[in-house]
């Protein structure tokens, strides 16, 4: 399985439930993690974008970019970089501090 096939099979899961729905599975999957915020959630949103997440094919990790480039005073920072998550908020946060250090690093 791919990673946009297991995206899509999640996405789909809850395709049918409304937004609704869908927080208080949030609140309740919290609460079972010992987090509890069932009365406290004021606002909420849902995005809806599967199809806004890409396929991971065997041999693509080699052609995302380092965060170090060759030229001086330039990092690449972004999801699409090479980092240990996929393209995500996640993956994002760990290449903008990556590349943030590759600059502090060559000063």
């Known amino acids: ?13 809850y ?8 927080v208080a599975a949030v609140v309740a999957d919290l609460k079972r993690q010992g987090i509890d ?4 959630v004021t ?4 995005v809806r974008h599967a199809s806004e997440f890409y396929c991971l094919e065997p041999g693509s990790e080699e ?3 380092y965060q170090r480039t060759s030229i001086p005073g330039l990092a690449l920072a972004g999801d699409y970089t090479r980092q240990s998550h996929i393209c995500s908020m996640e993956g994002a946060v760990v290449s903008g501090r990556r590349a943030a250090e590759t600059l502090i690093d060559r000063r």
């Open 1 to 13: 399985m791919n990673v946009e096939s297991g995206i899509h099979k999640f996405v789909g899961f």
């Open 15 to 22: 395709s049918e439930y409304v937004n609704a729905e869908i």
């Open 37 to 40: 915020v069932e009365g406290r």
């Open 43 to 46: 606002n909420s949103v849902v």
């Open 63 to 65: 052609l995302r970019p």
